[in-house]
């Protein structure tokens, strides 16, 4: 506070001159504070004429000055929220990015592995040793894709792209095919196995299906696992207002300290139980809890080392019909095209050349017609003279890619009529959007399975096919397999040694499917079909139909 300017010291002539240039005869000058600490200085001056400055008015100088403190303040925290924000974002971006590079990368080349597998697989002149060869090829792919799925599931669920894919099907179903498939597991522990259903609990529901069956293998195989005596108890509730489920599994393991109970759900961590197990990657519980959490639920844990475990879980849901639920099919061997169709033109479009391989050979060997090429533009020229009547579209590619080549050829009258199924190596579920709004009328991912690319074939075009005679039982139609061709596989069965039937059941029992193909490979050529549904059971981790099929 400075009254008139003539009061300054000696030392400060050179600012007293300054300011009586200026005419300024007093001053007052207040800091600025925010917090306690000073963040500025805010003043006052008078010309001409001097003044004394009150107490009210040094304080409503302080009072301002403050008011100026704390909004400068909040305005440099929202520029570095909005900072922190947008590197955020630009990292989410790059990670993304990434992830869907890598999942083009890695399943690109698996699709070829595993594809030329099952192409080699047709060809009855294979001697015994290549066809030991082949189904470990087939085998080893089949892992690594496993693996490599895991992987990306954990990484979209960082990057939170992970999608909730809801669908009708019948939960008491469900919760059967679980207790069968783990019942084994746990008796050869001399585990007690318990299911407990309330009479409430609705059995046609509408909720995703395959996160919910993965949430409870993973937290009922834990708790088999790490279980030496006693059992394991899976209750489930619900409640109608809203409707809502609630899943209880309680074991009589050895507990879990507190202070490693936050572990459970970091990414590849383990307890010191998991540890000293020796067994998986620390990602089974991480994922269950997002995929509970995408069903608008959460995991609880309730632990006392020495007595075992509680894991708890709620998830919403919507009621269904019976008529809504989809009946499981068991997969058919296509041998060739049915006589008397028309020649069904099919063009295939992949900048690899290994991809396009795979298609030509699997399809010219069935009796369609097949041209290729290796991006957009040519597709176009190709579609334009050869008019075919459905294209296997590639999305990513060089040159042009399917999304642009897809949306020129539906743009005409002519493309309408053209069939287009994109084939797409991305591990993201939101990419279907993107497919089918470029005007995709289908997609399928890579790795494919055979049986599933020729059957979009036979949906979208009316092919029909002969198949395998020890699969002729099931209808072109698409519909449920009859009791019959059940039968069929477990007479077949019971043709197998004693010893290979039980280890099969006990590889079920474990969820083993590298144990089950091994067992497979050891089938004799007289009995192609078993061998084949067995494979395809393990490969799509139907555990509890193996089971089913060996226990009568």
Not at 362 to 382: K, M, P
């Amino acid at each position: 506070m400075l009254d008139q300017v003539s009061d300054l010291p000696l030392e400060a002539a050179a600012e007293q001159s300054d300011l009586q240039q200026s005419d300024v005869q007093s001053m007052l000058i207040v800091p600025m504070m925010n917090g306690g600490k000073t963040c500025g200085y805010l003043g006052l001056d008078t010309v001409r004429v001097p003044r004394q400055w009150s107490p009210e008015t040094i304080k409503l100088l302080k009072m301002v000055g403050e008011f100026i403190a704390i909004a400068q303040g909040r305005h440099q925290a929202e520029v570095g929220l909005r900072q922190a924000k947008e590197i955020a974002d630009a990292a989410n971006r790059a990670k993304s990015e990434f992830l869907a590079s890598m999942s083009h990368e890695l399943r690109t080349p698996l699709n070829a592995i595993l594809g030329f597998s099952q192409v080699m697989n047709r060809d009855a002149g294979l001697s015994g040793d290549q066809q030991q060869y082949l189904n470990i090829i087939n085998r080893s792919g089949e892992h690594l894709l496993s693996l490599i799925n895991d992987i990306l599931e954990m990484s979209k669920i960082e990057a939170g792209r992970t999608t909730f894919n809801p669908n009708s099907f019948d939960l008491h179903r469900l919760l059967d095919s679980l207790e069968d498939m783990l019942r084994l597991r746990a008796e050869t522990k001399d585990l007690q196995l318990l299911f407990e259903r309330d009479p409430g609990v609705p059995q046609y529901i509408r909720t995703d299906e395959g996160k919910l069956r993965q949430v409870l293998i993973n937290l009922l195989g834990n708790a088999i696992k790490f279980t030496e005596t006693g059992g394991v108890t899976l209750r489930v509730r619900s409640e109608s207002e809203p409707l809502r489920l609630y899943f209880e599994i309680e074991d009589t393991g050895p507990g879990i300290a507190s202070e490693e109970i936050d572990k459970l759900f970091e990414a590849f961590g383990q307890t010191e139980t998991g540890r000293r197990s020796q067994q998986g990657t620390g990602l089974g519980l991480p994922i269950s809890r997002k995929f509970v959490q995408l069903m608008d639920g959460d995991i609880s844990v309730r632990s006392v080392v020495g007595q075992g475990s509680i894991f708890a879980f709620d998830i919403a849901l919507e009621p269904a019909q019976a008529s809504e639920v989809k009946t499981a099919q068991i997969p058919r061997k296509v041998l060739s095209l049915a006589p008397g169709q028309p020649r069904y033109r099919i063009l295939a479009v992949d900048d690899r050349l290994e991809s396009r391989l795979l298609l030509v050979r699997l399809l010219t060997s069935l009796g369609f017609e097949v041209q290729e090429a290796s991006n957009g533009e040519e597709a176009i020229q190709v579609w334009e003279s050869w008019q075919p009547h459905l294209i296997w579209m590639d999305m990513r590619m060089p040159v042009m890619d399917g999304y642009e080549a897809t949306q020129r050829i539906k743009a005409t009258m002519k493309g309408q009529a053209t069939v287009i199924i994109a084939l797409t190596a991305s591990a993201f579920e939101e990419e279907r959007t993107l497919i089918l709004s470029a005007g995709c009328d289908d997609f399928i991912r890579k790795p494919f399975r055979e049986e599933v690319l020729l059957d979009k074939i036979a949906e979208h075009l009316g092919v029909i096919y002969l198949y395998d005679e020890s699969r002729e039982s099931v209808a072109d139609t698409g519909q449920t397999a009859p009791e019959t061709a059940v039968g069929d596989v477990r007479t077949c069965l019971s043709r197998m040694p004693a010893h290979w039937f039980n280890q099969l059941q006990q590889a079920a029992a474990e969820c083993s499917d590298d144990l089950i193909l091994e067992l497979v490979e050891e089938i004799t050529p007289a009995e192609p079909s078993l061998a084949s549904h067995l494979r395809d059971l393990a490969n799509n981790f139907r555990f509890d139909q193996i089971l089913s099929l060996t226990q009568g």
